[in-house]
């Protein structure tokens, strides 16, 4: 399972490190080093991993990696599914802010995934307030805006094998 989502992502971070100028073409050497400060993207020719930093006006940093060999740092309680094979991690930072998003696939049912990470949300705090199964898929999330999380999670049965994605969201404003 491939998702476009980090390629989003890092569009609305170089978007958003981008700045506007009215100096024009007569722009000194001086504002456009700054701008280059601001922020930076890049890709590992051999991996493939994106890395991608921002810092706005009033100085937060965000930072974003993406890749198949991305160390996974979960929020609590969130974990891996025992056992899953991880085929790709993205990871946003601000501040005490994360933003994880793993795709994984397992031999194990649907169902199985769907309640392992169902507990792990309600342990969180995260009571899921979305279930829609259809076909091979089910998509499970919810939010708990006093604790400033969320979750979603989509999982596929495909040919024996279930495919996931599960994003987690903890200490965004």
Known sequence: MRSCF??????????????VSDTGAGEDAAEAAEAEALGSYTIDPESGEVRATHTDAAGVTTTMRAGENVPVRWPEPFTAYPGAE?????????????????EF????????????????????????????SGGE?????????????????????????????????????
């Open 6 to 19: 980090p390629i989003l992502l890092c569009s609305a971070l170089l978007v958003s490190a981008c700045g």
């Open 86 to 102: 991880i085929t790709n991690t993205t990871r946003v930072e601000q501040g005490e802010g994360a933003f994880v998003t793993v």
């Open 105 to 132: 696939t397992t031999s194990d049912t649907r169902a199985d995934v769907v309640e392992f990470y169902r507990k792990q949300a309600v342990e969180a705090g995260v009571e899921p307030e979305i279930e829609v």
């Open 137 to 173: 898929t089910t998509t499970l999330g919810g939010e708990n805006r006093d604790r400033k999380a969320s979750f979603a999670l989509q999982v596929t049965r495909v040919e024996g094998r279930t495919e996931g994605q599960i994003s987690v969201t903890r200490g965004f404003d």
